[in-house]
């Protein structure tokens, strides 16, 4: 059964810092795996998704990778800002998504 | 291209009433899943329906919850003698005819339900 823990549940930084966000997962059958992004009592946004096959993405200020063997997952958020306070979901995909409790990003400027 | 839309937002039922959750798929896509985001919980998967069938519900609680995609309109949850525990974020997503889970999934808004 696939399980998805984040780690850590909450960060806070002040604006312009380079942070990572992690996600593992454990078992690495899996088809792909996406990250999310959640506002409170919003739906979510997803902000990037990468491949089985693929070892990373990027989207702007946004990079994130994947080692299945490892059962590992990054997202890299460059130059924080205030506006990237929420929810980062990470999202392991078989039949459905099993997603990770997430992490709650605070940025203050 | 409209996204995925959810129907109503926001729900407010009594207990022991129904509850019908609505969700309109993107354009092109014959994918729907639906998934349940507790009060301090993770989302968790549902179901998974195409077109008048369900593909997987490992995810649905064995008594009054049902879903169904029909042929023609929007995917419905439905959730008979609703209980406060029910009370949740209910998101449904869609994804492309081709691929079928290896594709990306678009989600709704989201139907918040509050059970009085």
């Known amino acids: 059964k696939q399980e998805v823990t984040q780690i850590p549940a909450a960060l806070s930084v002040p604006e312009g810092e380079n942070l990572v966000l992690n996600c593992s997962f454990t078992d690495s059958a899996i088809y792909n795996l996406q990250w999310f992004r959640q506002d409170p009592g919003k739906g979510l946004t997803s902000l990037l998704l990468i491949q089985s096959s693929q070892r990373e993405q990027t989207s702007g200020r946004l990079n994130a990778s994947l080692d299945k063997s490892s059962g590992r997952s990054t997202l890299y958020i460059a130059a924080s800002q205030p506006g990237d306070s929420a929810t980062y979901l990470c999202?392991?995909?078989?039949?459905?998504?099993?997603f990770g409790k997430g992490t709650t990003l605070s940025v203050s400027s | 291209n409209a996204g995925v839309m959810q129907n109503p937002r926001h729900l407010v039922r009594r207990r022991g009433q129904e509850a019908r959750l609505r969700c309109s798929p993107m354009k092109g896509h014959s994918h729907v899943y639906w998934y349940r985001q507790l009060p301090e919980e993770g989302l968790k998967f549902m179901v998974y329906?195409?077109?008048?069938?369900?593909?997987?519900e490992s995810g649905m609680p064995k008594e009054r919850f049902s879903a169904e995609f029909p042929k023609e309109g929007p995917s419905i949850l439905r959730i008979q003698q609703v209980v406060r525990g029910d009370s949740a974020a209910y998101f449904c997503a869609s994804s492309p005819s081709w691929g079928g889970s290896y594709n990306e999934q678009f989600f709704g808004p989201g139907t918040r339900l509050t059970v009085l």
């Open positions: 329906l195409q077109k008048e069938n369900i593909i997987d």
């Open positions: 999202a392991a995909a078989g039949t459905a998504l099993i």
